[in-house]
């Protein structure tokens, strides 16, 4: 066989290689969507309900299946979160700013109940704290956050793609880490805001949507 016909079936094998794992990792069918995202998510041990900022969505890939999925990056602004640590007027309001940096992609599916399932993956960053007496001055480490919190949201409404679906879920929060500096295996910042705000029975409610092509 000559050196020009064995070059000629490599390159065919190549491409056949090639257009297989294109194939595999992005489908045919996938289109590049955005899901507006409003709504509140709750802190259960300060009774505090934060907003989700305006400019929130899921931006990912549509496929029509079946099933119906979506997969992607949720894309959040940071939230200004104002919240009673000590339970004292005035003294113990502070003003946080809580960032929802996700650790994995994001799944939505559509069953054949027209229920779309959500799950997230995805940790709490809050690189200040600061009290509302002294705003100038900010009580926490830039590093300060939560270990990886994972939920599954569910939609109260069947999937459309014309209208918004309601999402609603609980997740837990974790203890915080990186809040202070250490004295031993862990620092008093960290103790003080895993006491006040770690802890399951927190609620998500979301409304995304509708699907923009």
Known sequence: M?????LGGL??????????LVATTAPANAQPVTLPITGTAT???????????????????FNFGPPITVVGDVNIPPIEAHIRLLGIPGLGDTTSTVKLVQTSPTAATVGEDGVVSVDL???LAVPRVSSDLLPFLNIVR????????????????????????????????????????????????????????????????????????
């Open 121 to 123: 993956s995805f940790r």
């Open 142 to 213: 830039s590093g300060c956050g939560t270990g990886e919190i994972t939920t599954t949201l569910r939609s109260t409404t069947p999937f459309s793609l014309t209208e918004p679906v309601q999402l609603e879920g609980e997740y837990t929060i974790p203890k915080f880490q990186g809040c202070g500096y250490k004295i031993g295996p862990t620092s008093g910042r960290d103790l003080l805001l895993t006491s006040l705000l770690s802890g399951s029975g927190n609620k998500m409610t979301l409304q995304a949507g509708p699907i923009q092509f």
């Open 11 to 20: 390159a065919a094998v190549g491409a056949l290689v090639l257009g297989s």
């Open 2 to 6: 000559s050196i020009r016909k064995q």
């Open 43 to 61: 802190v259960a041990k300060q009774n505090a309900t934060l907003q989700i900022p305006e400019g929130a969505s899921l931006d990912g890939d």
